[in-house]
C-alpha cells in the first residue's frame, strides 16, 4: 500500500454518502470498528481469569490471546488514522488534541487510584507518571501527538522501518519499564504510524469482493500461527519454557522473558516479528468484515475510551485479588460462556450518555492561551 503524508482525512472518498456517513460526514465504518474492538477490549479482560485453568481453560486462553492480538494494534491503527487533522495545512499543530489526553489521563489515573485504595483496600506507592491499569493507552496517544510534528518532516517509508525495528530492537533494553508506558510507545507505534499515513482512497480497496477473499486465507493463517505459537509457546505446557503472552502485551523487555531459557539473544526478537505480522493479518482481515452501514451500534462507536476507562473499575473488582472476587463465581464452562454476553451488555452500559457525559465535560477543558486563532 502506497503511504501518504499528512493526506487530508477520513472522511472522504467513496464511502461518502448517505448509505455510509452521516450528514457531517461522519463514516458509520469506523465507528462500528471501534464498538466492536472496545467491545473486544472488555471481553478480553472478562475471559482473562478463565485461561489458566478450570473448564474450557485451553478454548478461553486461545481467545484470550486471538483477541489481545488484534484490538489493541487495531484501535491504535484507528487513532492513527484519525491524527491526520492534527497538523493543519499551514503547518499549525492542534494542541488539543493532546491535552484533552492529557486531563483525561489525569482524571483517570486519580480516580483508578482512589478506587484501588479506598475501595480495594489495595497499598499503593507507585509513581503518577507509571499508568494504572489500562490507561497505558492515553500516555501512549500523548506522546505519539507530541512526536508526530517532527515525525512527519520524514519520508513516511523511512519512518515505517525506523519505528519498525525501533519495536523490534528496544525489546533487548532490560531496563525498558512502564514508566510512562515507554515499552508499548515504542512497540505499537508502527501501528498508530501506518495508520496516520495511509490515506482513505487506500482505505477503500477494504470494501472489494477482492479484498475479502484475500482476508480468508490471511484470517486462517493467522488464525492457525495463534494455535501453533500456544501449542509451541505456553507457561504450562509448551514445548518451549517461556510466557508468550508477555509478547503480545508488549510490556516486558526480552532479558525478563529469556532470561536463563538458554536462546541464542539473536532470536529473541522472533516471537514480537510474529505479533507484529499476526496482528497487522488480523486487523486487515476484521477492518474486512466490519460493516460499512448504521448499525444499532453506531451511536457508541464515539464513546470508545469511555468504556476503556470505565470498565477498569468493573474489571479491577472482579479480579481475586481485587477484593471481591467476582470471577470465582464462573467456575462453570457455561456460566464462561454466558461472560461473553455479560461483557457485551457492560459495553453497551457503558456507552450510553450518562457515562460518556463526564468525558465530554472533560473534553470540554480548553487550552485556549496556546491554540493558534484562526482567522
Known sequence: MTLAKNSSGPAVGSMLDNRYADEKGRLYFYDNAKFIL??????????????????????????????????????????????????????SI??????????????????VGAFEVFVLKYSISKSFL?????LWFLVCLIWWY??????????????MVIAVVAGLLFGYDEKISNFMAISRVITHFP?????????????DKLFTKKARLISIPVLVAALGSVALIMYLFSYDAGVFDFDINKFITCDTSYFRIFEDKGINPVFWLLPRVWFYACAAALSFGFLV???????????????????YILHRFLYLAYLEKGGFGWCNYFDTFGLRLLMIVIAFGITVVLSLYPCYWPFQMLGKIKVKGLLKKQP
Do not use: E
Request: one cysteine or more; hydrophobic letters at 50%.
Open 94 to 111: 492542534n494542541v488539543q488534541r493532546p491535552f484533552t489526553y492529557i486531563v483525561y489521563y489525569v482524571a483517570a489515573q486519580i480516580a
Open 289 to 307: 468484515w466490519v460493516p460499512r452501514k448504521k448499525n444499532i451500534f453506531t451511536v457508541f462507536g464515539a464513546r470508545t475510551l469511555a468504556v
Open 38 to 91: 472496545i467491545f473486544l477490549v472488555v471481553l478480553a479482560h472478562a475471559i482473562s481469569p478463565f485461561k489458566s485453568g478450570g473448564d474450557g481453560h485451553v478454548l478461553f486462553h486461545y481467545l484470550w490471546r486471538v483477541i489481545n492480538t488484534l484490538h489493541m494494534p487495531c484501535l491504535i491503527f484507528i487513532s492513527g488514522f484519525f491524527a491526520k487533522k492534527y497538523i493543519r495545512p499551514d503547518g
Open 146 to 159: 507530541l512526536l508526530l510534528p517532527v515525525i512527519d518532516k520524514i519520508d513516511p517509508k523511512k519512518m
Open 130 to 134: 507509571a499508568p494504572r491499569s489500562s
Open 191 to 203: 501501528f498508530f504510524l501506518f495508520g496516520y499515513y495511509l490515506t482513505q482512497d487506500k482505505m
